[in-house]
DNA sequence: CCTTGCGGTGGAAGCGCTTCCATGGGTGGG
DNA sequence: CCCACCCATGGAAGCGCTTCCACCGCAAGG
């Protein structure tokens, strides 16, 4: 029985006969092992925690939350354990500290956190803790590259002969938002024009509201970049509300590419945001116990459509 | 030892002075109990699967789905199980028997499935399994209720005066699909006005498709009733391409409320799907191993916006 | 040819719970 | 006032795995 279970599992030490001879009888008898027992030998989790900053169930709406969610459980369904879903006040380091203690979570992926959250993160427990959306040092953190997106977007307006544009952002603290920010100042920067710069949510409210604060600050403003597929389409119905045609008079871009771009009238020209691709990173991370280095970006790719 | 189990357990027969003072040490000696260990002694399962019928990732991109996920790993995060979510071909009964055969899966809860796939479920396993989106009475289903939703667009439509009503609907095998079916048959029967009828899938292409083949075929109609909002949004979209006015010359509504439907020009008239309410009771029937009725059904209510 | 060392193997303990079972102290009926 | 009965309680077994440890047989070195 000993050898059984060294021989089923890939680190033990057993001679490749009896490894070969084992998983014979194994699927001959319909053996399958019993995760809940090796989880409580092992003192390992049996599941991943997704854990969202907020308290209430509003990130059940969240797209993004949603996506993540649902990629984490399709890592972990070929790994044999579960997920859970988690929003909790990222500042309070006690609800973290139970669930990093609890012996059933064998790994955490944070969405979006502080830095100041993350700090909170106790120290015994960081090898099992990964962000998204976020860089950092404290704990292996995977993101869209959206400086090199944001960059690509720009360039893609310039192209097209646009200079004086705008862009809505997202919350300051969050580190995308920054990223963007300093590629978005130096495109700026670059092409000798001031930047035009309004704070966003992500929501298209927000999006809406920015977008009518443009046409009064800015008249002249030829381009939206708007962080957000959400803010550019609320900037978009912004704008045909108040008669501006779009793309003649002003150019449109957002950010992610949700489902939702393609649905507007124009469809909007966006850049992609790789959900899935980053949440398999973190979650593979996690499970097979990697070391990752800080910050793994993943690359994001324009999509011109009709709103440019 | 026996007595603090049976005290933690809301079963286990224990006074209720021990009970206290089992609760008191807990706290105070910040025991939390293993799962791993629970599910090991009960053989129960540790998480819930969600399955959901076909081959690819693709479903990862389907907002259904993730909001099935996400409400389904917030319920199973409150009582220490975990969830794992597969896609898999549903009429396959060696990948779904597995799936039930796994001692470490506590529930299955099957997105969609046909009534044949779900036949596979073998006997043994039916009663951790249960069913969102569709009527069975092989495993218990949980659903929004369609048909009266259905009927409240419908009756809107009519006293906001329109007669000849066009209907996109989903896919034909889908219980929900031939729900709202009926119910758009008896409320043009009641209207007396004869059914028109284009088949759909829920996507905003087939949506856009099937607009365009309503005008050629039926140019007089003044509505169309889409089921779900993707549908509806397409259909939109290639009404406003037609130059055709909404809602002056035809009225729009969808299936869903989808948070899409806010964000069109004009924001589409709806009505709600309440996922998160049906996965919520689904997961729960499983988790406390209820037995409930064949088909429970979740109210839909009508959301009046622009395009009616 | 005997000893040392090493890799493969099986025995056994234990992970942290639940539950069967036997025991004991209480209550109500005779 | 005693006996039967019931309910709460603690002992102990076991859920299915991993891993420590002692063991054995082999190849290499003295």
Request: glycine share 8%; hydrophobic share 40%.
């Given at each position: 029985?000993?050898?059984?279970?060294?021989?089923?599992?890939?680190?033990?030490?057993?001679?490749?006969?009896?490894?070969?001879?084992?998983?014979?009888?194994?699927?001959?008898?319909?053996?399958?092992?019993?995760?809940?027992?090796?989880?409580?030998?092992?003192r390992t989790g049996?599941r991943i925690a997704v854990v969202v900053g907020?308290?209430?169930?509003?990130?059940?709406?969240?797209?993004?939350?949603?996506?993540?969610?649902?990629?984490?459980?399709?890592?972990?369904?070929?790994?044999?354990?579960?997920?859970s879903?988690h929003w909790l006040p990222l500042h309070d380091p006690a609800e973290l500290g139970r669930l990093t203690e609890s012996r059933d979570v064998g790994g955490i992926i944070l969405v979006n956190p502080t830095e100041p959250a993350l700090a909170t993160v106790p120290r015994s427990a960081r090898g099992r803790v990964a962000a998204i959306?976020i860089?950092s040092r404290i704990v292996p953190s995977?993101?869209?590259?959206?400086?090199?997106?944001?960059?690509?977007?720009?360039?893609?307006?310039?192209?097209?002969?646009?200079?004086?544009?705008?862009?809505?952002?997202?919350?300051?603290?969050?580190?995308?938002?920054?990223?963007?920010?300093?590629?978005?100042?130096?495109?700026?920067?670059?092409?000798?024009?001031?930047?035009?710069?309004?704070?966003?949510?992500?929501?298209?409210?927000?999006?809406?509201?920015?977008?009518?604060?443009?046409?009064?600050?800015?008249?002249?403003?030829?381009?939206?970049?708007?962080?957000?597929?959400?803010?550019?389409?609320?900037?978009?119905?912004?704008?045909?509300?108040?008669?501006?045609?779009?793309?003649?008079?002003?150019?449109?871009?957002?950010?992610?590419?949700?489902?939702?771009?393609?649905?507007?009238?124009?469809?909007?020209?966006?850049?992609?945001?790789?959900?899935?691709?980053?949440?398999?990173?973190a979650?593979?991370t996690l499970?097979?116990r990697?070391t990752a280095?800080p910050?793994?970006?993943?690359?994001?790719?324009?999509?011109?459509?009709?709103?440019?």
């Amino acid at each position: 029985m000993a050898t059984a279970s060294r021989a089923l599992s890939p680190r033990g030490s057993a001679s490749d006969s009896t490894r070969l001879r084992v998983a014979a009888a194994a699927s001959e008898l319909g053996y399958t092992p019993n995760p809940a027992a090796r989880a409580l030998a092992t003192r390992t989790g049996t599941r991943i925690a997704v854990v969202v900053g907020g308290h209430t169930a509003h990130v059940l709406n969240d797209p993004y939350v949603a996506r993540v969610t649902a990629a984490t459980a399709s890592v972990a369904a070929s790994r044999e354990v579960g997920v859970s879903l988690h929003w909790l006040p990222l500042h309070d380091p006690a609800e973290l500290g139970r669930l990093t203690e609890s012996r059933d979570v064998g790994g955490i992926i944070l969405v979006n956190p502080t830095e100041p959250a993350l700090a909170t993160v106790p120290r015994s427990a960081r090898g099992r803790v990964a962000a998204i959306g976020i860089g950092s040092r404290i704990v292996p953190s995977f993101d869209v590259d959206n400086a090199t997106g944001t960059t690509n977007v720009l360039e893609h307006l310039l192209v097209t002969g646009r200079r004086r544009i705008a862009m809505i952002t997202g919350p300051a603290w969050l580190p995308c938002t920054r990223r963007a920010l300093t590629a978005y100042q130096r495109a700026t920067e670059a092409a000798g024009t001031p930047p035009r710069l309004i704070p966003g949510d992500f929501t298209a409210t927000r999006g809406h509201h920015a977008a009518t604060e443009i046409l009064t600050r800015w008249p002249d403003t030829d381009a939206i970049f708007a962080l957000g597929d959400l803010s550019a389409l609320g900037a978009l119905d912004a704008l045909r509300t108040s008669g501006v045609n779009v793309p003649g008079d002003i150019a449109i871009a957002g950010f992610d590419d949700l489902p939702y771009a393609t649905l507007s009238h124009p469809p909007l020209t966006t850049t992609t945001n790789p959900i899935e691709s980053i949440t398999t990173a973190a979650a593979t991370t996690l499970l097979d116990r990697q070391t990752a280095p800080p910050l793994t970006l993943h690359p994001s790719t324009l999509i011109v459509r009709a709103t440019t």
